[in-house]
């Protein structure tokens, strides 16, 4: 019985990195899984935009102006979209940092 509680005491650690390490495994799977419907999103969204923009009458072919107003209109959107995110990165990154060195100065 001494060496099952051995054991059983030496694989504990062992046990709690695997357990750590399988919920990272589960969580970095998840960030992924949430950043592609995201992005699927964003491209759905940019689509229905610019159809409703760039095609005025529906056909069984695009015209090659469509075809370019399409284009342009998606780099246009995507340009936007990157300038509002990096933006948005921006301003959340200083708050935290300010409301870290804020709450350092009173400690």
Request: aromatic share 6%.
């Amino acid at each position: 019985m001494s060496d099952f509680l051995k054991g059983g005491l030496s694989s504990a650690p062992s046990a709690s990195v695997d357990m750590a390490a399988k919920k990272q495994a589960i969580m970095d799977q998840v960030k992924n899984e949430i950043a592609m419907a995201n992005a699927q999103e964003l491209i759905n969204v940019g689509n229905d935009r610019c159809y409703d923009k760039c095609i005025t009458k529906p056909s069984t072919s695009l015209s090659s102006s469509d075809e370019t107003c399409l284009s342009r209109c998606m780099e246009r959107y995507m340009e936007a979209f990157n300038i509002v995110s990096r933006t948005y990165i921006a301003r959340v990154t200083r708050e935290r940092q300010n409301a870290t060195g804020s709450s350092a100065e009173f400690l």
